[in-house]
């Protein structure tokens, strides 16, 4: 037999009042996750305190363009027509300027301008090229289909997040959203909201699987657990239905809509149980060293080898542990997240390649 939404929502509320403790050590939605990916992962996504909502970054070449918010992308492409007055005179001025030296001093003079020319240049395309991205961007936006799940329909489906933007669900930024008797915090990357419903959307990272999720939308367990429980806070802060979640893959408009199961509020409860449970026992024994996650290191973030810079280890964690570097047989020296952390060379399958 299966569960209502309702009856679902109940028993959530239920078995998360059951948890509550004032004593328990806070925890945001990250730190949850990644307890669930490896009992490592979690002990350095605590001691960091950052809350990571997804791990895709957007395209560098995007260049901080709001990419996914049709009012913000339309706000900059009107900012950016009165801005690109000031390119076009300048180039303007400095053609101009040129043709007068050129006509009363001569050629070589009229080189001397030549660093102006390529400086205002260069500007004047990069504006243009934003421009052209934004307008190609509005369009997508506005030619996509209206497009929605069925809701009625508890099962995985497929996505177009502007399909669902056309269907009328608004993209909203949330604040810090924060279950105090839980003591839970955490902020979805972006929230659909329409009517009654509340959706945290989340961005993942196709690189890490083995194509289930490009191809049916099957998450992670940690995945699953951090879905649970954005919803769970939307739910609790909002006073809203929340029962979805809306999961992009990489940085497209491609992804699905998957339902909250049984098994994702299971795994999101049993989650921060675990959490709790592990933070105490490292804060009594800070050298303690849960067992890895073995069947993770291969391709896990963490375990991702960088090469070693005495001035950027000593800028990003001035205060951090110790880099456990690992050199190759060209003499080239390494380290990793989870390697600085525990003192150990993680089975990363790039690690060969590297020469290890
Ligand atoms: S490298 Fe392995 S042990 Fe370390 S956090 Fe990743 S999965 Fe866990």
Redesign the pocket.
Known sequence: MTTSVEELSQQVSINLERLADVDAPPLNVHTVGEYV??K??GT?AFESGVEAADDVPLPPALGGLPWHDLDRLRARKSELLEYVKIPIACNVGVWVLLLLVRLTLGTIYAMGLAPALYYFGRWLVGTLRDLHRLTMRIRVAEQAAQQEPDWDERRIQKINYWGLVRAGFVVEEKDNLVDRQLGLSGCPWRVLHRENRVYPVLRVSTTQDSGELRRYGQLRDSQLAKMAAYSHLLHLCERAESSWAIVLLDATDEGFAIPVTEKAWSLFRDGVAMSRREIRLMQQDPRRMPA??DN??RR?P??EQREYDAKQVGIAAPTGPRPFRTSTQSGKSFHCA?GDR?GWL?P?EENSQLGF
Do not use: D, K, Q, V
């Open positions: 990916y490896c490592r992962a350095i890895p996650n993770a290191c896990c963490l375990a989870c525990f993680p990363h």
